[in-house]
């Protein structure tokens, strides 16, 4: 039994990490300023903490108070899109922030820094991702993100803090926000059909992405901090098999019950092809038996049935408005 810190731990994937660490009998603290996540997500045995990983006041009472081993850090604005328009919220949230528990974790002496990059570290045309590539992110998002595994690297090699990095991959599922409309596609299209609105695609809708259900990617992430030949090293994690998101809004269709309705907007700047490889993940932590797409979006779409449509909040304080989708103005 460890002591540890769960940044994000509200959100959707960072609340089924903690679940994962509780069942693996830790006793988890959940840092979560709920600008993204929601407190009913949050597991009851958790100690749950409303703030900010900006707030560097809070976090050192953190570290001081609770004595932490581990450190996972979910916390994270995570639209790549959007991150091109909100450029100076991007780094302080993604770089910053990040920045803030490398030091405490340096300073506290922590056993391990679990953090969720992203395969937007890669940008486009180098498919499948592989995690021997060479970063080269397309968008704010994806810079931000690679550059806290730098720092991670650069920590390790001077204070001996060792990390593991996980880079997801548009992970779907039940907690999953949404009502936001900038990510998570997945969700997008479920409070669409639930709102009695046509699905939108950007484009022609034949970008391809592998679409990750959470019990596949939650269970390692958490399960990592045992598994010592995973220190310092980088894991792509998710599903193997790419669809296309028109493919995708049929599968979610299908699990409403409903004709498909889309409507087709403007194409905006984003990789078009994004999905990875998974030798390394299955060398090091095994081959574990997937959730098919099709199953995954039945139990997604059961639980967003139980819990209704949720309303769509707008970013309000976009910084750079040249160029912004048609659908993201006001």
Known sequence: MANILVTGGAGFIGSHVTDSLIENHHRVWVLDDLSGGFKEN??????????????YDLLQSLFNDNAYEYVFHLAAYAAEGLSHFIKRFNYQNNLIG???????????KVR?????????????????????????????????????????????NMFGLPYVI?????????????GDRYRNVVGIFM??????????????????RAFSYISDVAPAIARSIDVKEAYNQI???????????????????AAFQVEPRVTYLDARNEVYEAYSEHFKMKKIF??????????????MADWAKEHGARESKEFTNIEVPVNLPASWKK
């Open 42 to 55: 949050v597991n009851p045995k958790a100690e749950f903490v409303q703030g900010s990983i900006l707030d």
């Open 98 to 108: 990040s920045v803030n528990l490398i030091n405490l974790s340096v300073l506290h």
């Open 112 to 156: 391990c820094f679990v953090f969720t990059s992203s395969i937007a570290v890669y940008g486009k045309n180098q498919l499948p991702m592989s995690e021997e590539m060479k970063p080269e992110p397309e968008d704010s998002y994806g810079i931000a993100k690679a550059a806290v595994e730098a720092e991670l690297k650069a920590s390790f």
């Open 166 to 178: 996980f880079r997801p991959h548009n992970v779907y599922g039940e907690r999953q926000n949404i």
């Open 191 to 208: 409070n669409q059909i639930m709102k009695n609105e046509p699905m939108t695609i950007f484009g022609d809708g034949n970008q391809k």
């Open 235 to 253: 894991f792509n994690v998710g599903a193997d098999v790419p669809f296309t998101v028109n493919a995708l809004a049929d599968h979610v269709a």
């Open 286 to 299: 095994g081959t574990a038996k997937t959730v098919p797409l099709e199953k995954g979006i039945k139990r």
